[in-house]
């Protein structure tokens, strides 16, 4: 069982609509939660972090963790096409460790 | 502020050869991390540093060697390249280690042939 699993996609969407991307994980271990984007032939870029269970909001992105069900999601509301890209969600914090485990990437596209 | 800067953008390696990628951070991060992204195998650690002068082995790390004797540079060693090498590497850089995410580089897109 991988540590980390994200559905690959890709998720086809229109302009306008709330995008859900979510992750699972195994080690409950982990303490932080990160999402990236990542646009073709580029470096991931990070979009969010977070410590705790619950919401945390910045514009029009929200990262969700539930630590119980080990379980962390990212929602992009009015989406746009130029969100169109792969997005990774990272774990770590696991203790003696400085090391950040991937997801493979969920590929979204949002059609204009 | 120019953030993680990685050198060169394409290589093209044949089998057998050797070459070291250039990674350097002006943010004055401790933490330093080398990854490999494979199509559909999402990103892979190499090696890792948590200071100058402090390297660990990742995931993968056969095949490579890499030193830390500076904060800002981390370069990363591929001793005889073979065709499973060829990959998209990503060096990142973080001040804490894990607790806030980590800064990419632009990546090397790298073919052994």
């Known amino acids: 069982q991988k540590e980390v699993e994200q559905d690959p996609g890709p998720l086809s969407v229109p302009e306008g609509a709330i995008v859900s991307l979510n992750c699972t994980y195994s080690?409950?271990?982990?303490?932080?939660f990160m999402w990236y984007r990542q646009y073709s032939r580029k470096g991931p870029e990070l979009l969010m972090y977070?410590?705790?269970?619950g919401n945390k909001e910045d514009g029009r992105f929200t990262a969700q963790v539930d630590k119980s069900s080990k379980y962390i999601s990212l929602f992009i509301r009015d989406s746009q096409p130029s969100d169109s890209a792969t997005y990774l969600c990272?774990?770590?914090?696991?203790?003696?460790?400085?090391?950040?485990?991937f997801g493979t990437g969920t590929r979204l596209k949002v059609l204009a | 502020n120019a953030g993680v800067t990685q050198t060169p953008k394409f290589r093209i390696l044949k089998i057998g050869q050797s070459m070291t990628l250039q990674c350097a951070q002006d943010?004055?991060?401790?933490?330093m991390y080398w990854y490999r992204q494979d199509p559909g195998m999402g990103l892979k650690l190499i090696y890792y540093?948590?200071?100058?002068?402090?390297?660990d082995k990742g995931e993968v790390p056969n095949g490579y060697n890499v030193s830390r004797s500076t904060t800002e540079d981390f370069p990363l060693r591929l001793e005889l390249a073979a065709p499973s090498q060829t990959s998209v590497y990503f060096c990142?850089?973080?001040?804490?280690?894990?607790?806030?995410?980590?800064?990419f580089g632009q990546g090397t897109r790298l073919t052994v042939v």
């Open positions: 990142a850089s973080s001040t804490t280690g894990g607790a806030t995410g980590a800064f």
């Open positions: 080690n409950s271990a982990f303490q932080y």
């Open positions: 977070t410590y705790s269970s």
């Open positions: 990272a774990m770590s914090g696991v203790s003696g460790t400085y090391k950040y485990i």
């Open positions: 943010m004055n991060h401790n933490y």
């Open positions: 540093s948590v200071g100058a002068g402090i390297t």
